[in-house]
Protein backbone atom coordinates (compact mmCIF):
# COMPACT_ATOMS: atom_id res chain seq x y z
CA UNK A 1 0.00 0.00 0.00
CA UNK A 2 1.02 3.53 -0.97
CA UNK A 3 1.92 4.94 2.08
CA UNK A 4 1.71 9.22 0.50
CA UNK A 5 -1.87 9.51 0.91
CA UNK A 6 -2.02 8.27 4.31
CA UNK A 7 0.98 10.46 5.45
CA UNK A 8 -0.97 13.16 3.90
CA UNK A 9 -4.07 12.78 6.07
CA UNK A 10 -1.70 12.65 9.38
CA UNK A 11 0.18 15.64 8.22
CA UNK A 12 -2.07 17.77 10.22
CA UNK A 13 -2.27 15.66 13.70
CA UNK A 14 1.90 15.52 13.05
CA UNK A 15 2.12 18.85 12.56
CA UNK A 16 -0.53 19.90 15.66
CA UNK A 17 2.22 22.19 17.69
CA UNK A 18 -0.19 21.81 20.66
CA UNK A 19 -0.26 17.86 20.26
CA UNK A 20 3.78 17.67 19.65
CA UNK A 21 4.42 19.24 23.11
CA UNK A 22 1.96 17.35 25.13
CA UNK A 23 3.55 14.02 23.27
CA UNK A 24 7.27 15.22 23.64
CA UNK A 25 6.80 15.99 27.47
CA UNK A 26 5.58 12.41 28.15
CA UNK A 27 8.92 10.54 29.00
CA UNK A 28 7.33 7.14 30.73
CA UNK A 29 5.19 6.56 27.64
CA UNK A 30 6.22 5.79 23.90
CA UNK A 31 3.76 7.59 22.31
CA UNK A 32 4.70 7.28 18.20
CA UNK A 33 2.08 6.69 14.77
CA UNK A 34 2.28 3.90 12.48
CA UNK A 35 0.75 4.18 8.94
CA UNK A 36 -1.86 1.92 7.56
CA UNK A 37 1.55 -1.12 7.41
CA UNK A 38 2.69 -0.24 10.77
CA UNK A 39 5.65 1.94 9.94
CA UNK A 40 6.62 4.11 12.48
CA UNK A 41 6.00 8.13 11.47
CA UNK A 42 6.65 9.68 14.88
CA UNK A 43 8.95 9.29 17.46
CA UNK A 44 8.48 10.98 21.21
CA UNK A 45 11.26 11.26 24.04
CA UNK A 46 9.18 8.56 26.14
CA UNK A 47 9.73 6.06 23.13
CA UNK A 48 13.73 6.66 22.63
CA UNK A 49 13.99 6.17 26.24
CA UNK A 50 11.83 3.06 26.85
CA UNK A 51 13.36 1.20 23.29
CA UNK A 52 16.65 2.97 23.00
CA UNK A 53 16.07 4.09 19.29
CA UNK A 54 16.92 7.75 18.32
CA UNK A 55 14.40 8.51 16.15
CA UNK A 56 16.78 8.58 12.57
CA UNK A 57 17.40 5.32 13.29
CA UNK A 58 13.64 4.12 13.79
CA UNK A 59 11.24 6.67 11.41
CA UNK A 60 10.57 4.67 8.45
CA UNK A 61 10.95 1.39 10.04
CA UNK A 62 8.78 -1.09 10.38
CA UNK A 63 7.10 -1.42 13.96
CA UNK A 64 7.58 -5.45 14.30
CA UNK A 65 11.48 -4.74 15.62
CA UNK A 66 10.20 -4.27 18.70
CA UNK A 67 8.69 -7.38 18.56
CA UNK A 68 10.29 -11.11 19.68
CA UNK A 69 11.10 -12.96 16.87
CA UNK A 70 8.88 -15.56 18.29
CA UNK A 71 6.23 -13.16 18.16
CA UNK A 72 7.28 -12.20 14.70
CA UNK A 73 7.12 -15.94 13.58
CA UNK A 74 3.87 -16.51 14.40
CA UNK A 75 2.70 -13.09 12.65
CA UNK A 76 1.41 -11.23 16.14
CA UNK A 77 2.67 -7.94 15.24
CA UNK A 78 -0.18 -7.61 12.55
CA UNK A 79 -2.79 -9.84 14.52
CA UNK A 80 -3.16 -6.31 16.51
CA UNK A 81 -3.21 -4.15 13.64
CA UNK A 82 -6.26 -6.22 12.74
CA UNK A 83 -7.55 -6.28 15.95
CA UNK A 84 -7.32 -2.37 16.09
CA UNK A 85 -9.18 -2.18 12.39
CA UNK A 86 -11.70 -4.27 14.07
CA UNK A 87 -12.41 -3.32 17.37
CA UNK A 88 -10.70 0.48 17.13
CA UNK A 89 -8.13 -0.60 19.63
CA UNK A 90 -6.04 -3.90 20.76
CA UNK A 91 -4.40 -3.85 24.09
CA UNK A 92 -1.68 -6.73 25.55
CA UNK A 93 1.01 -7.30 27.87
CA UNK A 94 4.19 -9.23 26.97
CA UNK A 95 7.70 -8.95 26.16
CA UNK A 96 9.14 -6.55 23.50
CA UNK A 97 12.69 -6.00 22.37
CA UNK A 98 14.95 -3.32 22.55
CA UNK A 99 17.57 -1.52 19.98
CA UNK A 100 20.30 -3.34 22.09
CA UNK A 101 18.42 -6.62 22.46
CA UNK A 102 17.13 -6.65 25.70
CA UNK A 103 13.69 -7.36 26.59
CA UNK A 104 11.25 -5.55 28.77
CA UNK A 105 8.10 -6.07 30.11
CA UNK A 106 5.24 -3.91 27.72
CA UNK A 107 1.68 -2.51 28.03
CA UNK A 108 0.95 -1.75 24.64
CA UNK A 109 -2.60 -0.04 23.24
CA UNK A 110 -2.34 0.35 19.41
CA UNK A 111 -5.46 2.96 18.61
CA UNK A 112 -6.78 3.20 14.95
CA UNK A 113 -7.21 6.42 13.03
CA UNK A 114 -9.59 7.27 10.66
CA UNK A 115 -9.86 9.33 7.96
CA UNK A 116 -13.09 11.58 7.55
CA UNK A 117 -15.02 9.01 5.30
CA UNK A 118 -14.26 6.20 7.86
CA UNK A 119 -11.44 4.65 6.65
CA UNK A 120 -8.73 3.57 9.01
CA UNK A 121 -5.44 5.94 7.90
CA UNK A 122 -3.05 4.63 10.37
CA UNK A 123 -2.38 3.93 14.04
CA UNK A 124 -1.40 5.81 17.01
CA UNK A 125 0.51 3.47 19.63
CA UNK A 126 1.31 4.01 23.14
CA UNK A 127 3.95 1.24 25.35
CA UNK A 128 4.26 1.49 28.73
CA UNK A 129 7.47 -0.31 30.32
CA UNK A 130 5.91 -2.50 32.88
CA UNK A 131 9.05 -4.98 33.69
CA UNK A 132 9.15 -3.64 37.61
CA UNK A 133 5.92 -4.05 38.36
CA UNK A 134 6.02 -7.76 36.87
CA UNK A 135 9.37 -8.17 38.77
CA UNK A 136 7.58 -7.03 41.89
CA UNK A 137 4.57 -9.27 40.69
CA UNK A 138 6.74 -12.44 40.54
CA UNK A 139 8.74 -11.38 43.48
CA UNK A 140 4.80 -11.70 45.36
CA UNK A 141 4.23 -14.91 43.59
CA UNK A 142 7.03 -16.48 44.53
CA UNK A 143 6.95 -14.96 48.01
CA UNK A 144 3.10 -16.51 48.32
CA UNK A 145 4.51 -19.64 47.10
CA UNK A 146 7.17 -20.44 49.72
CA UNK A 147 5.31 -18.92 52.28
CA UNK A 148 2.41 -21.80 51.59
CA UNK A 149 5.17 -24.41 51.13
CA UNK A 150 6.75 -22.71 54.44
CA UNK A 151 3.30 -23.37 56.45
CA UNK A 152 2.45 -26.64 54.62
CA UNK A 153 5.72 -28.18 55.54
CA UNK A 154 5.92 -27.14 59.26
CA UNK A 155 4.67 -29.72 61.55
CA UNK A 156 5.26 -28.26 65.23
CA UNK A 157 2.21 -25.90 64.42
CA UNK A 158 -1.07 -26.29 63.59
CA UNK A 159 -1.26 -23.21 61.24
CA UNK A 160 -4.63 -22.77 59.42
CA UNK A 161 -7.14 -20.30 57.83
CA UNK A 162 -10.73 -19.51 58.93
CA UNK A 163 -13.34 -17.77 57.23
CA UNK A 164 -15.25 -14.46 58.81
CA UNK A 165 -17.23 -17.01 60.51
CA UNK A 166 -14.56 -19.03 61.71
CA UNK A 167 -14.84 -22.34 59.34
CA UNK A 168 -11.77 -23.74 58.38
CA UNK A 169 -10.67 -22.48 55.30
CA UNK A 170 -6.94 -24.00 54.67
CA UNK A 171 -4.99 -27.05 56.56
CA UNK A 172 -1.14 -27.84 56.83
CA UNK A 173 0.68 -30.61 57.92
CA UNK A 174 1.50 -29.39 61.40
CA UNK A 175 -2.36 -28.82 61.74
CA UNK A 176 -3.12 -32.31 60.69
CA UNK A 177 -0.28 -33.88 62.66
CA UNK A 178 -1.74 -32.06 65.49
CA UNK A 179 -5.47 -32.09 65.57
CA UNK A 180 -5.89 -35.28 63.48
CA UNK A 181 -8.10 -34.30 61.29
CA UNK A 182 -7.25 -34.26 57.24
CA UNK A 183 -8.02 -31.31 55.25
CA UNK A 184 -10.59 -33.31 53.39
CA UNK A 185 -12.23 -34.27 56.76
CA UNK A 186 -11.68 -30.22 58.33
CA UNK A 187 -11.75 -27.37 55.50
CA UNK A 188 -15.12 -25.81 55.89
CA UNK A 189 -16.04 -27.03 59.41
CA UNK A 190 -16.14 -24.81 62.74
CA UNK A 191 -13.12 -24.09 64.85
CA UNK A 192 -15.70 -25.43 67.63
CA UNK A 193 -14.77 -28.73 66.84
CA UNK A 194 -11.66 -27.93 68.54
CA UNK A 195 -12.80 -27.18 71.74
CA UNK A 196 -14.57 -29.59 75.09
CA UNK A 197 -17.70 -30.04 74.99
CA UNK A 198 -18.28 -28.28 78.68
CA UNK A 199 -16.84 -25.25 76.45
CA UNK A 200 -19.35 -25.20 73.77
CA UNK A 201 -22.62 -23.92 75.71
CA UNK A 202 -20.76 -20.78 76.63
CA UNK A 203 -20.10 -20.36 73.12
CA UNK A 204 -16.05 -19.80 73.64
CA UNK A 205 -14.90 -20.54 69.81
CA UNK A 206 -17.67 -17.68 68.64
CA UNK A 207 -16.53 -15.21 71.98
CA UNK A 208 -12.40 -15.74 71.00
CA UNK A 209 -13.49 -15.01 67.38
CA UNK A 210 -15.37 -11.63 67.64
CA UNK A 211 -12.23 -10.32 70.82
CA UNK A 212 -9.77 -11.47 67.63
CA UNK A 213 -12.39 -9.54 65.29
CA UNK A 214 -12.39 -6.37 67.41
CA UNK A 215 -9.08 -5.72 69.05
CA UNK A 216 -7.02 -7.49 66.23
CA UNK A 217 -5.99 -10.64 68.39
CA UNK A 218 -6.72 -12.97 70.43
CA UNK A 219 -4.00 -15.28 72.81
CA UNK A 220 -4.99 -18.07 75.55
CA UNK A 221 -3.32 -21.43 76.72
CA UNK A 222 -6.46 -23.95 77.06
CA UNK A 223 -7.56 -27.58 76.54
CA UNK A 224 -8.35 -28.37 73.03
CA UNK A 225 -9.65 -31.57 71.66
CA UNK A 226 -8.04 -34.01 68.96
CA UNK A 227 -10.21 -35.92 66.55
CA UNK A 228 -9.57 -38.84 68.44
CA UNK A 229 -11.89 -37.36 71.76
CA UNK A 230 -7.61 -36.88 73.58
CA UNK A 231 -7.38 -33.88 75.69
CA UNK A 232 -3.69 -31.25 74.77
CA UNK A 233 -3.20 -28.05 76.41
CA UNK A 234 -2.50 -25.78 73.40
CA UNK A 235 -0.88 -22.28 72.99
CA UNK A 236 -3.62 -20.50 70.62
CA UNK A 237 -2.93 -17.30 68.78
CA UNK A 238 -6.09 -16.27 66.60
CA UNK A 239 -5.24 -12.97 64.36
CA UNK A 240 -7.95 -11.20 62.62
CA UNK A 241 -7.28 -10.24 58.37
CA UNK A 242 -8.56 -7.15 56.50
CA UNK A 243 -8.14 -6.33 53.45
CA UNK A 244 -6.79 -2.87 51.92
CA UNK A 245 -10.25 -1.39 52.73
CA UNK A 246 -10.32 -2.70 56.29
CA UNK A 247 -12.97 -5.37 55.37
CA UNK A 248 -12.50 -8.50 57.77
CA UNK A 249 -11.99 -11.16 55.40
CA UNK A 250 -11.09 -13.96 58.11
CA UNK A 251 -8.36 -15.32 60.26
CA UNK A 252 -5.60 -16.70 61.04
CA UNK A 253 -4.99 -19.41 63.48
CA UNK A 254 -2.05 -20.48 65.17
CA UNK A 255 -1.93 -23.04 67.68
CA UNK A 256 0.98 -25.15 69.69
CA UNK A 257 1.09 -27.95 71.71
CA UNK A 258 2.48 -27.33 74.81
CA UNK A 259 1.27 -31.21 76.97
CA UNK A 260 4.96 -31.83 77.63
CA UNK A 261 5.87 -27.93 78.84
CA UNK A 262 2.79 -27.82 81.09
CA UNK A 263 3.12 -31.37 82.50
CA UNK A 264 7.23 -30.07 83.08
CA UNK A 265 5.85 -27.17 84.63
CA UNK A 266 3.69 -28.98 86.72
CA UNK A 267 6.18 -31.50 87.95
CA UNK A 268 8.69 -28.52 88.55
CA UNK A 269 6.46 -26.91 90.70
CA UNK A 270 5.14 -30.37 92.64
CA UNK A 271 9.02 -30.77 92.99
CA UNK A 272 9.22 -27.50 94.44
CA UNK A 273 6.36 -28.02 97.02
CA UNK A 274 7.79 -31.05 98.03
CA UNK A 275 11.59 -29.49 98.57
CA UNK A 276 9.84 -27.10 100.13
CA UNK A 277 8.12 -29.97 102.70
CA UNK A 278 11.60 -31.96 103.21
CA UNK A 279 12.93 -28.26 104.28
CA UNK A 280 10.47 -27.86 106.84
CA UNK A 281 10.68 -31.53 107.50
CA UNK A 282 14.31 -31.44 108.37
CA UNK A 283 14.54 -28.28 110.84
CA UNK A 284 11.70 -30.40 112.87
CA UNK A 285 13.72 -32.48 113.11
CA UNK A 286 17.03 -30.62 113.79
CA UNK A 287 14.74 -28.90 116.76
CA UNK A 288 12.82 -31.92 117.99
CA UNK A 289 15.15 -34.00 119.90
CA UNK A 290 12.56 -36.61 120.29
CA UNK A 291 13.16 -39.40 117.80
CA UNK A 292 9.60 -40.41 117.97
CA UNK A 293 8.18 -37.14 117.00
CA UNK A 294 10.34 -36.94 114.45
CA UNK A 295 9.00 -40.48 113.04
CA UNK A 296 5.57 -39.25 113.60
CA UNK A 297 5.76 -35.70 111.65
CA UNK A 298 7.28 -37.91 108.83
CA UNK A 299 4.63 -40.36 108.60
CA UNK A 300 2.35 -37.52 108.02
CA UNK A 301 4.14 -34.99 105.80
CA UNK A 302 4.75 -38.01 103.21
CA UNK A 303 0.42 -39.26 103.59
CA UNK A 304 -0.23 -35.56 103.12
CA UNK A 305 1.79 -34.84 100.16
CA UNK A 306 1.54 -37.91 98.40
CA UNK A 307 -2.12 -38.87 99.28
CA UNK A 308 -1.16 -43.00 100.13
CA UNK A 309 -3.39 -44.82 101.46
CA UNK A 310 -0.88 -45.89 104.11
CA UNK A 311 2.64 -45.11 105.97
CA UNK A 312 4.79 -46.67 108.14
CA UNK A 313 8.08 -46.64 109.55
CA UNK A 314 9.05 -50.46 110.16
CA UNK A 315 11.90 -51.14 113.06
CA UNK A 316 15.07 -52.87 111.67
CA UNK A 317 14.31 -56.46 111.08
CA UNK A 318 10.82 -56.40 110.75
CA UNK A 319 9.47 -57.55 107.58
CA UNK A 320 7.53 -55.95 104.84
CA UNK A 321 3.66 -56.17 104.55
CA UNK A 322 2.29 -58.00 101.40
CA UNK A 323 1.63 -54.92 98.63
CA UNK A 324 3.76 -52.55 100.67
CA UNK A 325 6.42 -50.47 98.75
CA UNK A 326 9.52 -49.66 100.54
CA UNK A 327 12.56 -47.42 100.76
CA UNK A 328 15.82 -47.99 103.00
CA UNK A 329 16.49 -45.75 105.92
CA UNK A 330 19.78 -45.49 105.80
CA UNK A 331 21.37 -44.50 108.97
CA UNK A 332 24.99 -44.44 109.74
CA UNK A 333 25.21 -45.14 113.12
CA UNK A 334 26.84 -47.06 115.81
CA UNK A 335 25.03 -50.69 116.06
CA UNK A 336 22.34 -51.96 114.95
CA UNK A 337 19.73 -49.18 113.93
CA UNK A 338 15.86 -49.03 115.24
CA UNK A 339 14.54 -48.43 112.19
CA UNK A 340 15.20 -50.58 108.74
CA UNK A 341 12.56 -49.07 106.16
CA UNK A 342 9.77 -46.69 105.56
CA UNK A 343 7.00 -48.63 103.86
CA UNK A 344 3.84 -47.21 101.88
CA UNK A 345 0.95 -48.62 100.30
CA UNK A 346 -0.89 -46.91 97.02
CA UNK A 347 1.67 -47.44 94.19
CA UNK A 348 3.65 -44.40 94.09
CA UNK A 349 5.88 -43.64 91.31
CA UNK A 350 9.04 -42.92 90.47
CA UNK A 351 9.38 -39.60 91.37
CA UNK A 352 7.32 -40.17 94.42
CA UNK A 353 10.05 -43.24 95.30
CA UNK A 354 12.43 -39.96 95.32
CA UNK A 355 10.01 -38.15 98.08
CA UNK A 356 10.06 -40.96 100.00
CA UNK A 357 13.62 -41.91 99.75
CA UNK A 358 14.56 -38.19 100.89
CA UNK A 359 11.91 -38.08 103.77
CA UNK A 360 13.88 -42.11 104.84
CA UNK A 361 17.43 -39.82 104.45
CA UNK A 362 15.55 -36.96 106.68
CA UNK A 363 14.59 -39.97 109.36
CA UNK A 364 17.88 -41.80 108.80
CA UNK A 365 19.39 -38.13 109.93
CA UNK A 366 17.26 -38.26 112.98
CA UNK A 367 18.29 -41.68 114.05
CA UNK A 368 22.25 -40.67 113.84
CA UNK A 369 21.44 -37.39 115.50
CA UNK A 370 19.90 -39.18 118.24
CA UNK A 371 22.21 -41.99 118.75
CA UNK A 372 25.08 -39.76 118.23
CA UNK A 373 23.83 -37.48 121.32
CA UNK A 374 23.49 -40.33 123.51
CA UNK A 375 27.01 -41.51 122.51
CA UNK A 376 28.19 -37.66 123.10
CA UNK A 377 26.33 -37.80 125.99
CA UNK A 378 27.77 -41.19 127.32
CA UNK A 379 31.26 -39.72 126.03
CA UNK A 380 30.38 -36.51 128.34
CA UNK A 381 30.28 -39.37 131.49
CA UNK A 382 33.28 -41.10 130.94
CA UNK A 383 35.07 -37.79 130.49
CA UNK A 384 33.50 -37.03 134.01
CA UNK A 385 34.62 -39.92 135.36
CA UNK A 386 38.06 -39.73 134.10
CA UNK A 387 38.51 -36.01 135.04
CA UNK A 388 37.76 -37.06 138.82
CA UNK A 389 40.00 -39.66 138.33
CA UNK A 390 42.87 -37.19 136.86
CA UNK A 391 42.51 -34.97 139.67
CA UNK A 392 42.70 -37.73 142.53
CA UNK A 393 45.87 -39.16 140.40
CA UNK A 394 47.43 -35.33 140.49
CA UNK A 395 46.09 -34.92 143.70
CA UNK A 396 48.46 -38.07 144.27
CA UNK A 397 51.43 -36.87 142.25
CA UNK A 398 51.39 -33.43 144.40
CA UNK A 399 51.30 -35.53 147.51
CA UNK A 400 53.95 -37.51 146.61
CA UNK A 401 56.15 -34.42 145.27
CA UNK A 402 55.45 -32.90 148.47
CA UNK A 403 57.08 -36.25 150.72
CA UNK A 404 59.95 -36.69 147.93
CA UNK A 405 60.73 -32.78 148.66
CA UNK A 406 59.76 -33.05 152.73
CA UNK A 407 61.89 -36.37 152.55
CA UNK A 408 65.01 -34.91 150.56
CA UNK A 409 65.00 -31.77 153.00
CA UNK A 410 64.99 -34.26 156.19
CA UNK A 411 67.53 -36.24 154.63
CA UNK A 412 69.66 -33.75 153.85
CA UNK A 413 70.47 -32.38 157.46
CA UNK A 414 71.54 -35.40 158.69
CA UNK A 415 73.63 -36.90 155.70
CA UNK A 416 75.57 -33.49 155.47
CA UNK A 417 76.27 -33.56 159.54
CA UNK A 418 77.51 -37.59 159.31
CA UNK A 419 79.85 -36.26 155.79
CA UNK A 420 80.70 -33.34 158.26
CA UNK A 421 81.86 -35.78 161.28
CA UNK A 422 82.98 -38.04 158.51
CA UNK A 423 85.54 -35.63 157.25
CA UNK A 424 86.54 -34.28 160.97
CA UNK A 425 87.33 -37.65 161.64
CA UNK A 426 89.79 -38.17 159.03
CA UNK A 427 91.50 -35.28 159.50
CA UNK A 428 91.54 -35.26 163.58
CA UNK A 429 92.75 -39.16 163.65
CA UNK A 430 94.90 -41.04 161.55
CA UNK A 431 92.77 -43.62 160.67
CA UNK A 432 93.60 -43.77 156.71
CA UNK A 433 96.89 -45.59 157.39
CA UNK A 434 95.07 -47.96 159.46
CA UNK A 435 91.64 -48.57 158.03
CA UNK A 436 91.92 -46.85 155.03
CA UNK A 437 89.14 -48.33 152.65
CA UNK A 438 86.16 -48.45 155.47
CA UNK A 439 86.50 -44.45 156.00
CA UNK A 440 86.73 -43.40 152.60
CA UNK A 441 84.09 -46.18 151.40
CA UNK A 442 82.05 -44.53 154.15
CA UNK A 443 82.52 -40.95 152.93
CA UNK A 444 81.49 -42.25 148.96
CA UNK A 445 78.02 -43.51 150.09
CA UNK A 446 77.59 -40.34 152.24
CA UNK A 447 78.29 -38.03 149.07
CA UNK A 448 76.37 -40.84 147.24
CA UNK A 449 73.37 -40.33 149.07
CA UNK A 450 74.12 -36.24 149.53
CA UNK A 451 73.70 -36.49 145.34
CA UNK A 452 70.70 -38.34 145.41
CA UNK A 453 68.81 -36.12 147.41
CA UNK A 454 69.56 -33.30 145.87
CA UNK A 455 68.34 -35.11 142.00
CA UNK A 456 65.08 -35.72 144.25
CA UNK A 457 64.62 -32.32 145.30
CA UNK A 458 65.55 -31.37 141.86
CA UNK A 459 62.76 -33.44 140.60
CA UNK A 460 60.53 -31.29 143.37
CA UNK A 461 61.38 -28.63 142.35
CA UNK A 462 60.35 -29.42 138.24
CA UNK A 463 57.34 -31.09 139.14
CA UNK A 464 55.84 -28.06 141.85
CA UNK A 465 57.17 -24.91 140.50
CA UNK A 466 59.77 -25.32 137.44
CA UNK A 467 63.34 -24.36 138.43
CA UNK A 468 64.94 -21.35 138.92
CA UNK A 469 67.29 -20.25 137.00
CA UNK A 470 70.25 -17.55 138.81
CA UNK A 471 72.41 -16.29 135.86
CA UNK A 472 75.72 -14.44 135.44
CA UNK A 473 78.24 -14.35 133.16
CA UNK A 474 81.03 -16.71 132.49
CA UNK A 475 83.07 -18.43 130.15
CA UNK A 476 81.80 -21.97 129.44
CA UNK A 477 85.51 -23.43 128.25
CA UNK A 478 86.76 -22.89 131.30
CA UNK A 479 83.77 -24.31 133.24
CA UNK A 480 83.96 -27.49 130.96
CA UNK A 481 87.97 -28.15 131.59
CA UNK A 482 87.17 -28.10 135.30
CA UNK A 483 84.50 -30.68 134.80
CA UNK A 484 86.87 -32.86 132.43
CA UNK A 485 89.83 -32.52 135.10
CA UNK A 486 87.38 -33.39 137.80
CA UNK A 487 86.23 -36.53 135.39
CA UNK A 488 90.16 -37.24 135.13
CA UNK A 489 90.60 -39.79 137.64
CA UNK A 490 87.83 -41.28 137.16
CA UNK A 491 88.03 -41.72 134.01
CA UNK A 492 91.14 -43.21 134.27
CA UNK A 493 90.50 -45.82 136.67
CA UNK A 494 87.93 -47.34 134.01
CA UNK A 495 90.31 -47.00 131.72
CA UNK A 496 88.57 -44.71 129.17
CA UNK A 497 90.43 -41.89 127.91
CA UNK A 498 89.10 -38.20 127.73
CA UNK A 499 89.03 -36.24 124.41
CA UNK A 500 88.46 -32.75 124.54
CA UNK A 501 87.91 -29.92 121.63
CA UNK A 502 87.28 -26.86 122.55
CA UNK A 503 87.16 -23.19 121.39
CA UNK A 504 87.77 -20.66 123.86
CA UNK A 505 87.06 -18.60 125.23
CA UNK A 506 83.47 -19.04 125.14
CA UNK A 507 81.39 -16.31 126.97
CA UNK A 508 77.88 -16.03 127.99
CA UNK A 509 75.21 -15.83 130.38
CA UNK A 510 74.05 -19.14 131.99
CA UNK A 511 73.52 -20.39 135.18
CA UNK A 512 76.96 -21.94 136.10
CA UNK A 513 75.99 -24.46 138.87
CA UNK A 514 73.27 -25.71 136.70
CA UNK A 515 74.87 -25.91 133.43
CA UNK A 516 78.13 -27.77 135.40
CA UNK A 517 75.41 -30.08 136.55
CA UNK A 518 74.46 -30.61 132.80
CA UNK A 519 77.97 -31.70 132.31
CA UNK A 520 78.12 -33.66 134.77
CA UNK A 521 75.46 -35.83 134.30
CA UNK A 522 75.79 -36.03 130.24
CA UNK A 523 80.01 -37.05 131.30
CA UNK A 524 78.79 -39.58 134.55
CA UNK A 525 76.75 -41.34 131.98
CA UNK A 526 79.41 -41.77 129.08
CA UNK A 527 81.81 -43.06 131.37
CA UNK A 528 79.13 -45.41 133.13
CA UNK A 529 77.56 -47.00 129.73
CA UNK A 530 81.45 -46.54 127.71
CA UNK A 531 83.46 -47.30 130.09
CA UNK A 532 86.86 -48.80 128.67
CA UNK A 533 86.30 -46.61 125.41
CA UNK A 534 87.41 -43.25 124.40
CA UNK A 535 84.98 -40.27 125.40
CA UNK A 536 85.42 -37.00 123.47
CA UNK A 537 83.36 -33.85 124.20
CA UNK A 538 83.75 -30.44 122.19
CA UNK A 539 82.65 -27.53 122.17
CA UNK A 540 81.86 -25.05 119.29
CA UNK A 541 80.54 -21.69 119.30
CA UNK A 542 78.89 -18.81 117.17
CA UNK A 543 78.07 -15.42 117.87
CA UNK A 544 74.56 -16.74 118.67
CA UNK A 545 75.11 -19.50 120.61
CA UNK A 546 77.13 -22.95 121.77
CA UNK A 547 77.04 -26.38 121.02
CA UNK A 548 78.27 -28.96 123.60
CA UNK A 549 78.56 -32.32 122.32
CA UNK A 550 79.32 -35.48 124.49
CA UNK A 551 80.06 -39.12 122.15
CA UNK A 552 81.15 -42.72 123.96
CA UNK A 553 82.07 -46.30 121.93
CA UNK A 554 79.98 -47.99 124.66
CA UNK A 555 76.79 -49.97 124.61
CA UNK A 556 74.34 -47.65 122.50
CA UNK A 557 70.50 -47.06 122.96
CA UNK A 558 67.83 -49.03 121.51
CA UNK A 559 65.97 -47.24 118.64
CA UNK A 560 62.97 -47.91 120.56
CA UNK A 561 64.28 -46.38 123.83
CA UNK A 562 65.80 -42.74 122.58
CA UNK A 563 62.16 -41.44 122.95
CA UNK A 564 61.74 -41.76 126.06
CA UNK A 565 65.43 -41.36 127.62
CA UNK A 566 65.01 -38.06 128.75
CA UNK A 567 61.62 -38.59 130.88
CA UNK A 568 61.43 -39.36 134.81
CA UNK A 569 62.24 -42.38 135.88
CA UNK A 570 63.23 -44.00 132.94
CA UNK A 571 66.25 -46.15 131.93
CA UNK A 572 67.93 -47.40 128.63
CA UNK A 573 69.79 -50.01 130.80
CA UNK A 574 68.98 -52.23 133.26
CA UNK A 575 69.27 -51.65 136.49
CA UNK A 576 70.75 -55.04 137.12
CA UNK A 577 73.75 -53.83 135.78
CA UNK A 578 73.91 -50.13 136.01
CA UNK A 579 72.76 -48.20 139.27
CA UNK A 580 70.36 -45.09 139.38
CA UNK A 581 67.09 -43.83 139.61
CA UNK A 582 66.74 -42.67 135.86
CA UNK A 583 66.73 -38.78 137.13
CA UNK A 584 69.91 -37.77 135.64
CA UNK A 585 68.71 -36.86 132.00
CA UNK A 586 65.09 -35.97 133.45
CA UNK A 587 66.56 -33.10 135.25
CA UNK A 588 69.04 -32.50 132.31
CA UNK A 589 66.80 -32.00 130.08
CA UNK A 590 64.41 -29.41 132.01
CA UNK A 591 67.90 -27.75 132.54
CA UNK A 592 68.71 -27.05 129.02
CA UNK A 593 65.12 -25.95 128.55
CA UNK A 594 65.08 -23.31 131.15
CA UNK A 595 68.01 -21.90 129.37
CA UNK A 596 66.57 -21.60 125.93
CA UNK A 597 68.19 -24.48 124.43
CA UNK A 598 67.94 -28.17 123.42
CA UNK A 599 69.25 -31.68 124.12
CA UNK A 600 69.15 -34.44 121.82
CA UNK A 601 70.53 -38.08 121.41
CA UNK A 602 71.44 -40.00 118.10
CA UNK A 603 72.69 -43.80 119.31
CA UNK A 604 73.24 -47.29 117.70
CA UNK A 605 72.98 -49.91 120.12
CA UNK A 606 76.53 -51.37 120.46
CA UNK A 607 77.90 -48.56 118.84
CA UNK A 608 78.12 -45.96 121.28
CA UNK A 609 75.74 -42.65 122.06
CA UNK A 610 76.40 -38.67 121.28
CA UNK A 611 74.47 -36.18 123.14
CA UNK A 612 74.11 -32.89 121.79
CA UNK A 613 73.14 -29.12 123.80
CA UNK A 614 72.49 -26.33 122.27
CA UNK A 615 72.32 -23.30 124.15
CA UNK A 616 71.42 -19.26 123.62
CA UNK A 617 74.59 -17.41 124.90
CA UNK A 618 72.07 -15.33 126.19
CA UNK A 619 68.39 -15.77 127.50
CA UNK A 620 65.04 -14.74 126.28
CA UNK A 621 64.41 -11.00 127.25
CA UNK A 622 61.10 -12.43 129.33
CA UNK A 623 62.97 -15.65 130.72
CA UNK A 624 65.50 -13.13 132.17
CA UNK A 625 62.51 -10.48 133.39
CA UNK A 626 60.88 -13.13 135.26
CA UNK A 627 64.34 -14.89 137.78
CA UNK A 628 65.49 -13.67 140.54
CA UNK A 629 68.33 -11.23 141.09
CA UNK A 630 72.04 -12.93 140.58
CA UNK A 631 73.18 -15.25 143.17
CA UNK A 632 69.13 -16.57 144.32
CA UNK A 633 68.90 -20.05 144.49
CA UNK A 634 65.71 -22.57 143.93
Known amino acids: MDSAPVIEDLQPLLASPELRVVVDSVRDYAIFLLDINGTVLSWNPGAQRIKGYAPQEIIGQSFTRFYTPEDRARGRPFELLAEAVREGRSEEEGWRVRNDGTRFWADVVISAIRGSGGQVRGFVKVTRDLTDR ?30 PQGRVATWNAGAAALKGYEASEIIGQHISRFYRPEDLPAQKAERELGIAAETGRFEEEAWRVRKDGSRFWANVVLSAVRNASGELIGFTKVTRDMTDRMRADEQ ?24 PKVIEEAVRTVRQTLELDEVRVLRAGEEKPPGATSVSIHASTVGAPPYGELAVWGAPG ?3 LGFLQAVANVIAAAVGRAQVEDQLRSAERKAVEEREKTGRANEALRERDEFISVAAHELRTP ?4 TLKLQSLERAVNIREAKPGRLEGAIRQT ?12 VSHIAQQGLRMSREKFDLAALV ?20 EIDEPVEGVWDRLRIEQVLVNILSNALKYGAGKPVSLRVESDPDGVRVTVADRGIGIAAGDAGRLFGKFQRAASIRHYGGMGLGLYIT ?13 ESEQGQGSTFVVELPRFPPAEAAAGEPAEGARA
Open 415 to 418: VTAL
Open 589 to 601: RHIVEAHGGTITV
Open 350 to 352: SRE
Open 447 to 458: DRLARLIDRLLD
Open 268 to 291: IRERARQQSLLADLGLHALRTPEL
Open 134 to 163: LRAEEQLRQGEERLRLMIGSVREYAIFMLD
Open 481 to 500: RQVVDDFRDPAAQAGTALEL
